[in-house]
């Protein structure tokens, strides 16, 4: 890891100040990304502006219907939140399949959406449930927030305070995880809201994005036949050696399809 | 009281530092004036080098010393040499190019050492190294080692990259064999490329004492004084007796840590140089790009059989990748730990191989967990799986059919080997049992109502281990002869140290050798201690590998231990005035056989070391005995691994249902450790069939760099392993042991396979059998199941 | 340099370090706790898990400085009092280590799988041990040294 200064934010506004103050800031949640980035000298901030000390910033609260998550929460929290588990299971399924247990007790909801690194399982959720991303300044709705692969609509010193996620009549998450990273080479947020099927896909593409013609199907009609002809375009997706764009498609709709039956049980 | 520990799951000595964090790993150790250092590696898999500019480097915070290929090139430092020399079929030697510690003028793959950075921190250290400015005219590199033979030449000495073209068997007999078959079975396959990846990453620590002008080199190896011996016989860094090679604990090795590398080699010489203490450990990134690699063989066969499925001839064709350079045994690998074991468990009378070892711009390949073994127990068991499918036979049944029977032994096989012992048969009867092979029909077809694919394969495998009888490996090209030494040496109060020229990594030495000499002298196990891994106390050994420890250094240290009983046989009689015929050894006591006198082992070994009135012509004080242990053959543990999996059509997803290992280790001293390993080498080629391959692109860059891209086996990989033991006693060393590190990765590969190409109804895939690939199959099976 | 505080196996110990030294880093080279270890770089091996708060975590993803005030607890303090920790005497007895370099970070986690009550069943077990690589044992006696590592820390307990 390259040398930089460390700085420690009690309050969200002496973070702003401090992160405008320097050359190269970098704000730190969990560092789970971050550090093992910095340990392999791909990223050399000049400044690292923690934000652990911030108070609150990793509360889970119920305001009416809409869960608020704090941006610090870490994964472990959230799956193991009641209130999580009661607002949204499939939220908590989520939390409990990133990375494996010691990354969750560290790794925050915050950190991850920021990031948005294309195979992240937080960004299907979001978009998935459509949530919105408080931040320091604004409100963002999931739909304008993430934009391409490790990019977001995120101010470069703007930071996430909350995500408040709605209530949903129905959500399923189902993931297919690279055998060796264990990140999503798939990942289907499928959920319904008063007959509207929404689904996100994470791991596919460059960012995590909506699967309109499947959405718009099974909104009209919640059943296996309804998607019987409708298919993911393969052009747009990832390719590694990990998996083909095909098959990376063939694999959203297999797990598409299976949310489907899991809702409809 | 003898016989008492033999066959025990004695609970390991070593356990305790282990799991209390009090393991001593060469990282590990903290010295006075302690620097570090960081190598500069090629960022390109084959470029010349224009020059290197160190200015910078040297004057960053910390740096003491920036050495390169330059100065290795000046020093006049030796290369790296291989140990094995393997003759082409024309007779002439196989090609060796110049391994330098450090390249100087040209680089051969990514990764390769150009320069090391000395510095006071390890952070100044890596630091510095990136300001170490090297100019590489990047060249095309080759990569592909089934085209590379007509690829651009990568060393002027070496024609079509060529290493050396190798032959082995009766090409005439075969190809009769091939024209009068009623059947020909044909196979191509690739043996997919292996990165090792020991959990704790290779490291060394030199220190040098100019006052007594000595090096004290601490590293991960699994044969220190094999390290020592080519540091100072070839690359000449020092004289031998002033190079003391300690490997501490070591955390795996599966073949890695056998070899000499540029890191450690590097590192000593810099010690020595600059009058320093140095220790470098690689980051895990090193280790991928560096570590030798294994495996990676491209492969096309042919099976005759007779219409009633005897099997006439086989013929075999392979080209092996040995990298950019010979690895310290990589000769060997492909060659006689590879084309000798081509008749398997068979009688197949025919058999004929030709192997191709060729360089390419990627890190050198050489032994990992099997070595050679299991490319060639792959290609027999699949192809013999295969045959069995094509002529409508149960596979059991065409392998029975073939056995080398029970009876029939020793049996010379048309290559090269003589296998002293076996039952083929109890082993498979007992794996189809323990596998309930009878009812897998009924399981099959309960799966295919649940929408899944179900198959079972078989993998009756064979190895040649114990490496080796000195005369046999010397004829077959190997530089050092392969016997064992191990030394008993009893302390003046009865307890006992054991030295031996073998080396620990995990495989529990320090417990079954002390059963092995507790037993044989009837002293508590409590009593033994065993040392390993210092050249600075044992004289010589070879260490550990090809399932080698307990088959010959634990012959040696029985051997030395009757030599310990015949000694104290000579001093009981001294003590109770009679003739040495008149005592014998009843362990732990030296009995008189004509009276109740006796004299207790402690009484002798105090007797040894205090008395003063030895005959000294006839007796000489002290009680401590060594042994050179040459074996008169190999070893051959065999067994047969079942494997059953259920494959997801939807998603290509392979899920082992079961597994079932049994195996004929011959004598076993601990069955707990021996099932450990067994597990253990069960994981790895499990992984090598499922999850693990290492993937160069076009330009030699390295895809599988990390964790992130290359699939360690976890835990949640795998069910319960069922393992099972059959046994026939090796006949010709003394503790009948046979050697069971490598047998699980070396049987289970082609179990998992066949499994699978059984579910996907024939339809063959290469390993590692990835999901995609496997629902790709499915895509083109006749009856698509797919839900 | 940062100062920090910490309490590291139940004593305060008061230490100098860059803002750029990870946790494990500072445990190895200033502490001496050489019974944490490292395997990789990039977060997945699991050989420097430690407790921190109480909670398994992977010490070469934590900078030093951000532990400031933290309660830890490595492999070596893991016993207290005693010879071994149950789960400890659970990875002897059940034959759940060769090499031994995975080992405190397994027992760590695996200690951690028990506290939080995760240890249920032999696929809980195999699925709670994701983050950590062992390649001597093929983890088949690993999860029966948890088996049994929990249900002597379950013992000890009530």
């Not at chain 2, 599966?254 to 140095?278: H, R």
């Not at chain 2, 392979?654 to 004929?664: L, R, S």
């Not at chain 2, 090598?688 to 599988?704: F, P, S, W």
């Amino acid at each position: 890891m390259y040398q930089f200064n460390f700085h420690k934010a009690d309050n969200l506004s002496t973070a702003v100040e401090l992160f405008n103050a320097f050359d190269e800031p970098m704000y730190i949640a969990g560092g789970h990304t971050l550090i093992p980035t910095m340990k392999q000298r791909l990223s050399a901030p000049s400044d690292v502006i923690d934000l652990a000390k911030i108070p609150d910033l990793d509360a889970i609260t119920l305001a009416g219907d809409t869960l608020q998550i704090g941006a610090m929460a870490t994964h472990a929290k959230v799956a193991a939140s009641s209130l999580v588990q009661g607002h949204c299971s499939a939220l908590a399924t989520l939390a409990e399949g990133i990375g494996d247990r010691q990354v969750r007790h560290r790794g925050t909801i915050g950190g991850s959406l920021a990031n948005n690194d294309p195979a992240a399982d937080y960004p299907a959720a979001v978009l998935g449930l459509g949530a919105q991303i408080v931040t320091d300044r604004r409100t963002i709705t999931a739909d304008t927030f993430f934009k391409a692969m490790f990019e977001t609509t995120l101010e470069p010193d703007e930071i996430i305070q909350t995500i408040h996620f709605p209530q949903v009549d129905q959500a399923v998450y189902l993931k297919f995880p690279n055998p060796a990273s264990r990140y999503a080479m798939v990942g289907v947020m499928l959920t319904r809201t008063a007959g509207e099927a929404r689904i996100a896909i994470t791991g596919a593409a460059a960012s995590v994005f909506r699967a309109a013609a499947f959405e718009e199907a099974l909104t009209a009609d919640f059943s296996l036949p309804a998607i019987d002809a409708v298919t993911l375009p393969a052009e747009t997706l990832n390719a590694d050696m990990h998996a083909s764009a095909e098959y990376r498609a063939h694999l959203c709709k297999v797990l598409i399809k299976r949310g489907v039956n899991a809702l409809s049980s | 009281m003898s016989g008492s520990l033999i066959g025990k799951s004695v609970l390991r000595k070593e356990d305790h530092r282990f799991v209390s964090g009090k393991g001593r790993y060469t990282d590990d150790i903290q010295l006075v004036g302690l620097t570090y250092a960081a190598f500069v590696r090629s960022p390109y898999a084959r470029a010349d080098i224009k020059s290197f500019d160190v200015s910078d480097a040297l004057a960053a915070p910390g740096v003491i010393a920036v050495l390169t290929g330059e100065e290795v090139a000046k020093d006049g430092l030796g290369g790296l040499p291989c140990g094995w020399m393997i003759h082409s079929k024309d007779g002439s030697e196989m090609r060796q190019p110049h391994h330098p510690v450090l390249a100087a003028d040209r680089v051969n793959y990514l990764g390769e050492p150009v320069a090391l950075v000395i510095a006071d921190t390890q952070l100044e250290a890596k630091n510095a190294a990136e300001l170490v400015m090297v100019d590489f005219e990047p060249l095309t590199a080759v990569v592909n080692p089934a085209t590379a033979s007509q690829a651009e030449t990568l060393y002027e000495a070496v024609p079509n990259n060529l290493c050396y073209e190798w032959e082995l068997g009766d090409e005439a007999a075969t190809e009769a064999g091939l024209a009068a078959a009623a059947h020909v079975t044909t196979l191509k396959l690739t043996n997919n490329r292996l990165i090792p990846n020991a959990i704790e990453p290779r490291a060394a620590l030199a220190e040098y004492n100019s006052g007594t002008d000595e090096i004290i080199l601490h590293t991960t190896s699994q044969n220190p004084h094999l390290v020592r011996l080519i540091m100072t016989a070839f690359v000449q860094i020092a004289p031998e007796h002033k190079l003391r090679v300690i490997a501490p604990d070591v955390g795996g090795g599966f073949g890695s840590k056998i070899f000499i590398y540029s890191e450690e080699t590097a590192l000593a010489w810099a010690a020595k140089k600059l009058g320093l203490t140095i220790k470098w450990t690689a980051d895990r990134s090193e280790s991928f790009l560096t570590d030798a690699h294994g495996r990676d063989h491209v492969s096309e066969a042919q099976l005759a059989l007779s219409a009633d499925g005897e099997f006439l001839a086989l013929k075999v064709k392979t080209v092996a990748n040995m990298g950019a350079y010979l690895s310290t045994f990589a000769s060997a690998v492909p060659t006689y730990l590879y084309g000798t074991l081509l008749a398997g468990q068979y009688r197949t009378p025919a058999i004929y191989v030709e192997v191709d070892s060729v360089f390419t711009n990627t890190a050198p390949v050489d032994a990992y967990r099997g070595a050679g073994r299991p490319e060639a127990t792959y290609l027999v068991e699949r192809i013999v799986e295969k045959a069995a499918a094509e002529m409508g036979l149960d596979p059991a049944e065409l392998r029975r059919r073939n056995f080398i029977g029970r009876d029939q032994f020793p049996y010379q096989t048309p290559v090269a080997l003589e296998y002293d012992t076996g039952d083929y048969e109890a082993s498979l009867h007992k794996a189809l049992k323990m596998a309930d092979y009878n009812t897998f029909s009924a399981r099959q077809a309960e799966a295919e109502a649940r929408g899944k694919l179900r198959g079972i394969g078989l993998s009756c495998y064979i190895e040649a281990c114990g490496l080796a009888p000195s005369q046999v490996a010397g004829a077959l090209g190997a530089g050092v002869g392969l016997w064992e030494s191990g030394e008993v040496r009893v302390n003046p109060t009865g307890s006992v140290t054991v030295l031996t020229g073998s080396h620990s990594h995990g495989q529990g030495h320090e417990t079954t050798f002390a059963q092995l000499v507790a037993d044989r002298l009837g002293l508590p196990i409590e009593d033994v201690e065993v040392v390993h891994g210092d050249t600075g106390k044992l004289d010589f050994g070879l260490g550990t590998y090809g399932s080698r420890s307990l088959a010959v250094g634990g012959s040696a240290l029985s051997v030395a231990a009757d030599k310990v009983v015949e000694k104290g046989r000579k001093i009981a009689a001294h003590l109770l005035r009679t003739d040495v015929d008149n005592i014998d050894f009843d362990a732990p006591v030296f009995k008189m056989i004509d009276s109740n006198e006796s004299k207790t082992f402690q009484e002798i070994a105090f007797a040894a070391y205090v008395n003063h009135d030895y005959p000294s012509e006839e007796l000489e004080p002290g009680l401590a005995e060594k042994a050179f242990y040459d074996p008169l053959n190999f070893t051959y543990p065999a067994g047969t691994h079942i494997c059953e999996v259920e494959i997801d059509p939807d998603t290509g997803v392979v899920e082992i249902i079961q597994f079932v290992a049994v195996d004929d280790f011959g004598t076993i001293i601990n069955p707990m450790i021996v099932e450990g390993q067994v597990h253990g080498g069960l994981a790895q080629g499990i992984g090598q069939a499922l999850l693990e391959q290492a993937v160069y692109d076009d330009t030699g860059q390295l895809i599988t760099g990390s964790y992130m891209d290359y699939c360690m086996p976890r835990a949640d990989n795998f069910p319960d392993f069922k393992v099972g033991m059959t046994c026939t006693p090796c006949t010709h060393n003394p503790v009948g042991a046979k050697g069971c590190g490598e047998a699980g990765a070396i049987g289970s590969p082609p179990a998992v396979m066949n499994a699978i190409t059984q579910a996907l109804g024939g339809i063959e895939i290469d390993m590692p059998a990835t999901s995609e690939k496997v629902w790709r199959a499915v895509q083109t099976m006749p009856a698509l199941k797919t839900a | 340099m940062e100062t920090i505080e910490l309490k590291i196996n139940g004593r305060k110990r008061t230490l100098h370090c860059l803002p750029n030294a990870t946790l494990v880093e500072v445990l190895r080279d200033q502490l001496h706790l050489t019974g944490t270890h490292i395997g990789c770089d990039t977060t997945q091996c699991g050989a420097c898990t430690i407790h921190v708060d109480g909670d398994a975590v992977k010490a070469c993803t934590v900078l030093a400085v951000r532990s400031d005030g933290s309660e830890i607890t490595t492999i070596e303090g893991l016993a207290e009092n005693e010879a071994s920790h149950p789960m400890q005497k659970a990875f002897k007895a059940c034959h759940g280590l060769q090499c031994g370099f995975c080992t405190p970070g397994m027992i760590m986690s695996a200690v951690d799988l028990v506290n939080k009550g995760c240890a249920v069943d032999p696929a809980a077990i195999r699925e709670g041990l994701s983050g950590n690589i062992c390649r001597c044992t093929g983890y088949q006696n690993i999860v029966a040294a948890v088996l049994q590592g929990a249900s002597e820390m379950q013992e000890q307990s009530s």
